[in-house]
T-cell receptor
């Protein structure tokens, strides 16, 4: 079955620690995205990548970092510089056709920083 | 700047029809998506509009007017399982397929 996996589903960390969220897709999609969702709010773009070894900042990149060493994988690191990291994190991927870009989402990781 | 507005919440009765509106002001519009998201789950695709008019898909329909910067999602024969958040998202031209999301509309379907 093709799809996007994120792990773990729930993650707890102490304040001041870096944490890496995993995102893997086997849909052969070129583009991958990371979003953050806070209660009662829409999705805000953190980082996105259109090809391997390249990525761009989204609207709220401060305190986050990413890498794209393989087409299938786009891990997100939440660093200690992120002031309010507790949130629901969603990874997505798409074929990135210039005229259409349906994004497929993973199940999400809920990060709680204590 | 980019701005997308949706009502925060709506309530409707099982079996009824509900219309969720979305207005947008963005640069480089290249299509509008509607997603459904149940609490704690991933958003799932419902519809896509790039040309003016109505797209119908079963109980769900979506309308777009590009000149007015306006879209709506119409849900017919409401079921309890339709209780969810509905997200409007605009695709921005020439920005790597970037989607700008509205805050979402929380729909509660009552018996």
């Amino acid at each position: 079955d093709g799809g996007i996996t994120q792990s773990p589903k729930y993650l707890f960390r102490k304040e001041g620690q870096n944490v890496t969220l995993s995102c893997e897709q086997n849909l052969n999609h070129d583009a991958m995205y990371w979003y953050r969702q806070d209660p009662g709010q829409g999705l805000r773009l953190i980082y996105y990548s259109q090809i391997v070894n390249d990525f761009q900042k989204g609207d709220i990149a401060e305190g986050y970092s990413v890498s794209r060493e393989k087409k299938e994988s786009f891990p997100l690191t939440v660093t200690s510089a992120q002031k309010n990291p507790t949130a629901f994190y969603l990874c997505a991927s798409s074929m990135l056709l210039h005229y259409y870009n349906e994004q497929f989402f993973g199940p999400g990781t809920r990060l709680t920083v204590l | 700047g980019q701005n997308i507005d949706q009502p925060t919440e709506m309530t409707a009765t099982e079996g009824a029809i509900v219309q969720i509106n979305c207005t947008y002001q963005t640069s480089g519009f290249n299509g509008l998506f509607w997603y459904q998201q149940h609490a704690g789950e991933a958003p799932t695709f419902l519809s896509y509009n790039v040309l003016d008019g109505l797209e119908e898909k079963g109980r769900f329909s979506s309308f777009l007017s590009r000149s007015k910067g306006y879209s709506y999602l119409l849900l017919k024969e409401l079921q309890m399982k339709d209780s969810a958040s509905y997200l409007c998202a605009v695709m921005i031209y020439n920005q790597g397929g970037k989607l700008i999301f509205g805050q979402g509309t929380e729909l509660s379907v009552k018996p």
